[in-house]
């Protein structure tokens, strides 16, 4: 990828490929790929256990490339981690690659815990899992699986119960997640995480969250920092069903069926002078019904939210919240929503704990 302009601390790329269509962000790298179309996987970042950060490593005046092939079939998903990624394949299987200190990745770890898996980094296939996969979600150090039978399983770092195994230790092997999602009405049909929280939203319209609740983040009425296992959420107070979300560090963004945005937690908005026992009540971010540009996507970091709309060709972004500027040592950022026009519409966008990346039409 070659940067094509800076705005407001964001800065674009555009790959020149008609085949890469789709984009998955981690922490310092993404993964290029073409869904259903490719068993290749194009990485670039500077995250030393997933992209090499030797100079002699990289290609000059462009970002770190790093290509993976699938042994068998081609990539339908991807997502990625601090520093892992999960690729699910047209066949429902799952391969994995990254550090694995926790079990993040689906295997047990090697006990080498500051060192990825090998080098050269391979794609390493999960074994053994419980149905055949529809959906992976990485969170900073944990993984979700969605099945297409409508249940979860989880791997990885649970020190805040975001796995929704019932417990605060990591989780070394994919496990599922007993209790309500094994009852027929509870069937999964979506999974959302990023930081330290989960969420999983029903066939029936349901909405179940878990993991770290220490700014009431999850939505839920209980004081309790961590919630280990998959607990309802009230949204009779919404104007629709919840149909997606973005779950950030410290706050999370509820997008309804009416389009919506709702948040809890701490970090956008005006929760400046409320009550810490009232961060868990969802409050209103975005109107879709009065407010011009209908949201189609919300996308979160860990200090971020990104609103896109379907303004100006799809071509429109809504931030709020706070992110590192490159050439500037500050944090910058914004309480109130922040107005980004790109330059052509966007094929594709991806948000990760710390970046963000909009893969765009050509012009």
């Not at 689906?106 to 959906?135: A, C, M, N, Y």
């Not at 929704?164 to 049909?189: C, K, Q, W, Y």
């Not at 948040?263 to 929760?271: N, P, T």
């Amino acid at each position: 990828p070659t940067p094509l302009i800076s705005a407001h601390g964001l800065i674009l790329y555009r790959h020149t490929s008609p085949q890469i269509s789709h984009v998955a962000t981690g922490v310092g790298f993404s993964v290029a790929y073409a869904p259903l179309s490719s068993n290749g996987l194009w990485l670039f970042g500077n995250n030393s256990p997933l992209v090499p950060t030797r100079p002699d490593q990289q290609p000059e005046g462009s970002a770190s490339l790093r290509c993976l092939q699938l042994p068998s079939g081609t990539v339908k998903q991807v997502s990625c981690g601090r520093a892992h990624l999960a690729v699910l394949t047209s066949t429902g299987e799952v391969y994995s690659a990254g550090l694995n200190c926790y079990g993040q990745c689906g295997v047990q770890p090697t006990g080498e815990e500051l060192q990825p898996f090998d080098e050269p980094l391979q794609l390493h296939h999960i074994p053994h899992l419980r149905g055949k996969i529809s959906r992976v979600c990485c969170g900073l150090d944990h993984t979700l699986f969605l099945t297409t039978r409508g249940s979860v399983l989880a791997c990885g770092w649970s020190a805040d119960g975001q796995t929704g195994t019932g417990g605060v230790e990591s989780v070394l092997e994919v496990t599922e997640i007993d209790g309500m999602f094994a009852e027929p009405h509870n069937r999964v049909s979506a999974v959302f995480t990023c930081a330290d929280s989960s969420f999983a939203v029903t066939a029936t319209g349901l909405l179940y969250a878990w993991g770290n609740n220490e700014y009431g983040q999850l939505a839920i009425a209980t004081p309790e920092p961590q919630v280990c296992e998959p607990t309802a959420v009230d949204c009779s107070s919404l104007d629709g069903e919840v149909v997606s979300v973005a779950a950030g560090g410290a706050f999370t963004a509820f997008l309804t069926s009416s389009g919506s945005v709702y948040y809890a937690g701490y970090g956008i908005g005006e929760e400046h002078g409320l009550d810490p026992r009232q961060l868990s009540r969802m409050r209103i971010l975005h109107n879709g019904g009065n407010e011009a540009g209908q949201v189609t996507s919300i996308h979160a970091g860990l200090s971020y939210l990104v609103l896109q709309t379907a303004a100006i060709g799809c071509q429109e972004l809504l931030l709020w919240g706070r992110y590192p500027v490159p050439d500037d040592p500050k944090i910058s950022g914004t309480d109130s929503p922040l107005k980004l026009q790109l330059p052509s519409p966007i094929r594709h966008l991806s948000s990760g704990p710390t970046d963000l990346v909009a893969l765009l039409e050509p012009c």
